[in-house]
């Protein structure tokens, strides 16, 4: 038996990207409601490509700043599996909707750069189903940049091993080695397999399902 490394493909825009990840086993789908984004969707463009994702896979709806208004209109119109709070929201903020979410931690920002500082913001989203620890870039992620994810030491003695998910600079070149060095539970990836921002790229996904299948550990049991 193998210990397996769970998957989210983050910044998908496309029906075809959909099919592809879930043929290829991803275990969730991001899909981005930030302006600002290269990967950004309407809520128009969201809502079919959600009701695509068939059961047993999460969608996963990123929103980085957003109004009060906005996250209920996609409650309402989109139902999600989980929002995904990727901004400068605080912990009243994202739990005063009293719906699943995911907390993405900008791994290096001010006041986020120790592993004590990292425990700590992580440790006040008290109800958040799993973080999203990503490297800290000025566009609020899909930047392809790495973090040293031995700043997580702290975060792993407090929060359970499911809640904890790697983002940032993960592609299929340095997925086995990331994974045979830390078996994660989860990966999250967006710019990693893409042949342009906002467009997957079907062999680099490819390699990426093999190459982490190939890093996992045996499960003892």
């Known amino acids: 038996m193998t210990y ?15 099919r592809l990840a879930v043929d290829l086993g991803a275990d969730a789908l991001g899909f981005i409601l930030y302006p600002k984004s290269k990967r950004a969707l309407s809520l128009e463009q ?11 896979v999460s969608s996963v709806v990123l929103l980085v700043n957003s109004t009060v208004t906005e996250i209920n209109e996609v409650i309402e ?11 400068d929201e605080t912990a009243a903020f994202c739990e005063q909707f009293n719906y699943p979410y995911l907390r993405a931690i900008r791994v290096g ?7 004590e500082e990292i ?21 609020y992620g899909g ?25 940032g600079g993960l592609h299929p ?35 990426f399902m093999s190459e982490l299948a190939l890093g996992q550990a045996p499960l003892r049991v």
Not at 8 to 14: A, P, V
Not at 109 to 115: E, K, L, N, R, V
Not at 119 to 124: G, L, N, P
Request: proline share 7%; glycine share 6%.
């Open 4 to 18: 397996r490394t769970r998957v989210k493909f983050c910044g998908i825009t496309r029906s075809e990207d959909v």
């Open 46 to 56: 969201l809502k079919p490509l959600v009701a695509s994702v068939p059961v047993w």
């Open 77 to 87: 119109k989109i139902r999600p599996n989980y929002l995904q709070f990727h901004g």
């Open 109 to 115: 920002a001010p006041g986020i750069s120790t592993p």
């Open 119 to 139: 425990a700590r913001v992580a440790a006040q989203y008290q109800q958040a189903k799993a973080f999203i620890f990503d490297a800290y870039s000025p566009g």
């Open 143 to 167: 930047a392809g940049i790495s973090f040293d994810t031995d700043l997580l030491n702290v975060v792993r003695d407090q929060q359970a091993k499911e809640k904890i998910i790697i983002a």
């Open 173 to 207: 070149q340095n997925i086995r080695s990331f994974v045979q060095k830390y078996q994660p539970f989860g990966v999250d990836l967006c710019s990693g397999v893409e042949s342009s921002p906002g467009h997957k790229d079907p062999v680099k996904m490819q390699r």
